[in-house]
């Protein structure tokens, strides 16, 4: 409706009302004097003025009704248009926010922590029937003390095994040399005691460097002796023994004391993108790369299954010592397979460590770069910006507890694995192709859960170092409104705060990493132009 319409309207309105009292006070005085009502009603010239207003307030009101509804078909030709626009109260953009919060931790729980806790059910380190309605039921008391003890069980099936069958082959002063061809002597009569004729074909089998290794009195009856394993103490004891450790932590962190620290911090981590509505999409990468840890974990216990089907392919089910080679072959058969099932019991208790310490780094390390960006965008308080950055210190505090505790001990297990590993694929004389691939393969996948921890820690220090930069930009730029006395202070705090990922308790740094590994190759390549490891005659 337009001003002048509403302008002319009154006017009409102003003057009916003034006709209105002319006519009454007309008729008034006419029936006063005594006139008839028909003189009284030809009478009054009001009559026809006021009938002539009424017919143009009449065309105007239609004439607004018709611009009313040609403006409520044009609204709703817009709103049935291709294009929508929507007007939201401003107010409610914090509702969204958390609402999308919500949903993302909701997401978050159901593709990474309940996976999560399915493998630490596996493992034991998380009770049966914890969720259900009854949990105290007597089946359930009953699964909770058996299976717990099938798995300590089984656990030290599988060090013991690794001790009697060698297992990977690691003895680099002999695994490395060629496979021994067996050469059968000549038979040797030998006169029994009972003083008869008689002779027993006996026949003694000697390798090429004069070892004997078999000896038997019939050709089908003879057993080949391997040699027993060397070095068990640091080779297979000490690193099981630290894996056993760790696995006693794990079951009294995550099971006795049911502790609950990756979720609280995820809920911390998302709970920090609430401020802006564009923080859900950082929220849905970092759910994906949390999936994607979770898949690499159960890909490496993948892994290492396959490198023990490797194993078994390259070196046969008779390559045990004469400790399982007297058992028979359908018994070695079946306690390879138990070891199977330890073997993957074993390496998902890593697996579980391992996953857990670079999930936590990898909140912190999202969670930091919230607090940075916000500080560069000086869009906080620096009162509030301290208060996160304690609440970092905190977290880091609790990552380095026994968290990073079963890391450091999982990853000196590792080490030597790789180690090893390394050292008999340089030394190795054995030059069957099944023999390289074994052996190239097998340092490998113990490397990979050496430095992805690492690497993880190390990131999560360098994205922490920015509070200094950014303390010292602020010390110079300034910051707000804030006083130089407020920008002293907040430089000296973060100054004095340490934000340091341990393994080992020492603090891990790129620098560190990038330095260790350019010495060890370059350690490397001096021992082999030199010739000291590894044949001359090879291309190394």
Known sequence: ?????????????????????????????????????HVMMASSPAESDMSELNVRKDSYVELLRGHENQTLSSVTDSTSSAVRVTINDCDGWQTTSVTLTTTALRRCKQQVLKPYSWLLTFISWKAFGRESISPNKCGWQFLNVFYPACIVALLWYTYVYEVIACQWKLNVRTDTQKTPE??????????????????????????????????????????????????????????????????V??????????????????????????????????????????RIFLAFGALWVVLTLGLQVLFLTVFGINRQNTTLAHTGLPWQWALFGIEMLGIMVLNSVNCAVIVNYATQCEMLIFYVKGITTRLQEKSVDLKAAMKDILTVRHSIGSLNGPMAQMTSLAVVRFSELTVIGVSILILNEDNEAKIWVYRSVFPMVWAIMVVFPLVQAARMNTVCSKFKQIALETRIFGYQNSSQLELDSFLVFVGHTRLRAKLFHIPVRASYLIGFLVLTLFILLLLFQTSSIGPASQIF
């Open 1 to 37: 409706m337009s001003s002048k319409s509403e302008s002319e309207l009154e006017d009409l309105q102003s003057k009916s009302v003034e006709l209105q009292d002319n006519s009454s006070s007309d008729s008034f005085s006419n029936i006063k004097n005594g006139a008839p009502s």
């Open 182 to 247: 067996i050469v059968v002597g000549p038979a040797m009569p030998i006169f029994p005691s009972n003083g008869t004729n008689t002779t027993v074909a006996t026949f003694t089998a000697i390798s090429e460097n004069g070892n004997i290794m078999i000896n038997a009195n019939n050709r089908t009856d003879y057993t080949i002796l391997t040699p027993a394993c060397e070095h068990i103490v640091t080779t297979y004891v000490i690193p099981n023994l630290l894996h056993f450790v760790a696995f």
């Open 249 to 290: 932590m794990g079951y009294f962190y995550f099971r006795v004391q049911e502790n609950e620290q990756l979720y609280a911090l995820m809920e911390k981590v998302f709970l920090q993108a609430t401020p802006m509505l564009g923080r859900v999409t950082p929220q849905a990468q970092m759910i994906k790369k949390l």
